[in-house]
């Protein structure tokens, strides 16, 4: 109680202090009349009578007052005003006031009213509207801080945001009944569910962990890559354990104010003592978990204040009460030390991407939604999205209802999720991108050239789609290899047969038109990233041998590797990634050589059909036909 009178003491002097500045914009806007705009001079009352008798008076005004005083302009200055006082028993000045013929008002004030009304307007009336202003912020103030129940979400506007409302944390309840997500809603997670049903086991009986003398866990940190469900997981706790969800995210603690991000965190976990047992998930901790610097003036206090608030409290709350930190966030490295140590965040939880199975799985519950044709192979599915996310494959189900309405279907079927795979992966076919037919002949034989490659080494994916039909993700063409089997390891011969593909498709337009073109760009950029992978992180060089040169920063993100290295070696590691792709580049002109025959054959017959499957990409490989031989022949 005494931290929320000292918060409203607070914040009713930031009030006062905002009062002040408004009656003083008041007094300077709102009553201009009371300040007079001409300049007005006080002149002695003989300086009055000798402009009277001079007749240069062009007007006077004259209060009758207890102290007469008169108000006289002269001729020729209008914007001058002069002012002297009467002798009460001066008897003549009336009659000069006559002779001069100057304009004369009498003005016979009543004395009482008009000192009241001035005092009222300018003084009495606005203290009382503050007054009344503050009264009913202070009370709307005490509702915000707790003394007429809990609010969760006061102060997102009005005079409440200017003072409890910046202290609230904002976070998001949902009652036990209203949660709606159990272990049944999560697929392709079967690891991270048997670590998770430990944590609901705790919260529905604590006594069989206090018995044998176990500490219950205080939190655990859900990581992995964006999409794979970390906050689905944290709502199924809640919903499996039967207990209130708090949510909030990382960036709501971060304020403008110091001092109000820690605030919010006492706040938080103040609503979550009252409702225990409860789980309390913050998603995307990194927001305000990152590694304090050494220096200690970063200029960014409120983000270090808020971080050591959120440590004592995890460090200071009875557990005994049953309450469950989920964090959720994909760059751990980040991560202050002081954060995930034991007895803060206990478990560390990988949610990782989805294998093969995991994938199936996803797919599967994902498919229980949509209206489907048998046969359907989620299988295939499955196996042509290496790398997808659990949000990456929700997305290609949804893609595939969505193509089967757009072609007139009451039903999804396995065409529309094939279909629904390249949307996602290399975006919708541009129709609007129209190929010149010289443009058209590069990229199908550019495709080829990749095919051509990868058909012709072993330890290669088979190749399961050639298409030139522009996307919009940029791309005027793509070849799709699918590997039958889920594969979690790459040898170094596989990482050069990679290499080669990439380089194939260049290599076939410098063998056909002795021309580079841009095409290739996407090529070289991933052929580059997987010749220096190999060279600085999976000792794969000759040069180097088994050397890490380099280190990952953000694992789950776009990893980026920065190496650690001599400048020297670095020059040389620039050398050995431009012989590795040299050589790969070599290899695949040579086996385009081989087989030019086969290339034009295939080349030809993709630019007329501009799709083509594996299959029939592998027959007319395979065929051998030689009155195919001379037209391929003309054709050169």
């Known amino acids: 109680m005494e931290m929320d009178d000292n918060k409203r003491r607070r914040s009713m002097i930031i009030y006062v202090l ?37 007749k240069t008076v062009n007007a006077v005004t004259y209060t009758a007052d207890s102290a007469p005083e008169a108000r006289y302009t002269l001729k020729g200055e209008s914007d001058k005003v002069y002012t002297t006082s009467v002798p009460n028993n001066d008897t003549e000045i009336w009659s000069l006031i006559r002779a001069s013929g100057a304009d004369t008002t009498v003005d016979i004030p009543n004395q009482s009213s008009s000192l009241w009304s001035y005092f009222l307007v300018t003084t009495l009336v606005p203290i009382l509207i503050f007054m009344g202003i503050g009264w009913w912020l202070n009370r709307r103030l005490k509702k915000a801080m707790g003394d007429d129940g809990p609010s969760m979400n006061f102060g997102n506007g009005g005079f409440g ?29 079967e690891e991270a569910k048997e670590s998770m049903k430990e944590v609901v086991d705790f919260l529905e009986n604590p006594k069989r962990y206090e018995e044998i003398g176990a500490k219950l866990p205080r939190g655990a940190l ?9 906050t689905l997981m944290a709502k199924a706790v809640a919903g499996e354990a039967g207990v209130p969800f708090f949510s909030i995210s990382g960036s709501e603690f971060v304020e403008m104010f110091v001092g109000r991000g820690a605030a919010k965190v006492r706040d938080l976990f103040k609503q979550a003592n009252e409702k225990a047992p409860c789980i309390v998930f913050i998603d995307e901790i990194d927001t305000i978990g990152k590694k304090r610097d050494g220096g200690g003036f970063s200029g960014n206090d409120e983000r270090e204040q808020t971080l050591n608030q959120l440590l004592t409290e995890m460090d200071g709350f009875d557990n005994h009460k049953g309450i469950v930190v989920l964090a959720a966030t994909n760059r751990p490295d980040s991560l202050d030390p002081a954060l995930t140590r034991p007895g803060r965040f206990d478990r560390r939880i990988p949610v990782e991407l989805p294998d093969l199975r995991g994938r199936q799985s996803i797919l599967e519950l994902h498919a229980q939604d949509v209206k489907t044709q048998p046969p359907l192979d989620l299988t295939a599915i499955a196996r042509s999205t290496p790398g997808a996310s659990g949000a990456d494959l929700a997305n290609i189900i949804n893609e595939g209802a969505l193509r089967a309405v757009r072609m007139g279907r009451a039903r999804a ?23 010149s037919d010289h443009e058209k002949q590069v990229v199908a034989y550019h495709e080829i050239g990749h095919a051509l490659v990868a058909a012709s080494q072993t330890e290669t994916a088979p190749v399961t789609k050639i298409t030139i039909v522009p996307r919009t993700s940029g791309a005027l063409g793509y070849t799709m290899q699918v590997e039958q089997d889920e594969k979690f390891l790459t040898t170094r011969q596989e990482a050069l047969n990679k290499l080669a593909v990439y380089c194939g498709g260049r290599a076939a337009e410098e063998l056909i038109f002795n021309e580079m073109t841009t095409g290739a760009s996407n090529d070289i950029e991933q052929a580059t990233r997987l010749a220096r992978n190999m060279v600085t992180r999976f000792g794969m060089s000759d040069e180097f041998g088994m050397v890490a040169l380099g280190t990952v920063q953000n694992a ?75 037209g391929a022949e003309a054709a050169e």
């Open 413 to 435: 079927t396995q065409e529309d999720f094939e279909e629904s795979v390249e949307v996602v992966i290399a975006g919708q076919q541009r129709k609007s991108t129209v190929l």
């Open 222 to 230: 859900l990581v992995g890559p964006p999409g794979t469900g970390k």
């Open 18 to 54: 905002i009062a002040f500045v408004i009656y003083v914009l008041l007094n300077t806007f709102l009553f201009p009349q009371m300040r007079s705009q001409t300049q007005v001079e006080q002149v002695l009352y003989s300086t009055f009578t000798t402009a009277l008798e001079d």
């Open 161 to 189: 945001g200017m003072g409890g409302g910046l202290g609230r944390s904002g976070a998001r309840i949902v009652a036990s009944k209203d949660v709606g997500v159990t272990f049944k809603d999560v697929a392709g997670q």
């Open 556 to 630: 789950y993100l776009n990893q980026d590797t920065t190496l650690t290295v001599a400048p020297g070696t670095a020059e040389r590691v620039d050398e050995a990634v431009r012989q590795m792709m040299a050589e790969a580049h070599a290899r695949a002109l040579q086996i385009l050589r081989e087989n030019k025959f086969k290339l034009h054959e295939l080349a030809h017959y993709l630019y007329k059909k501009e799709t083509i499957t594996g299959d029939e990409f592998m027959t007319l490989l395979k065929r051998e036909n030689p009155l195919m031989g001379k």
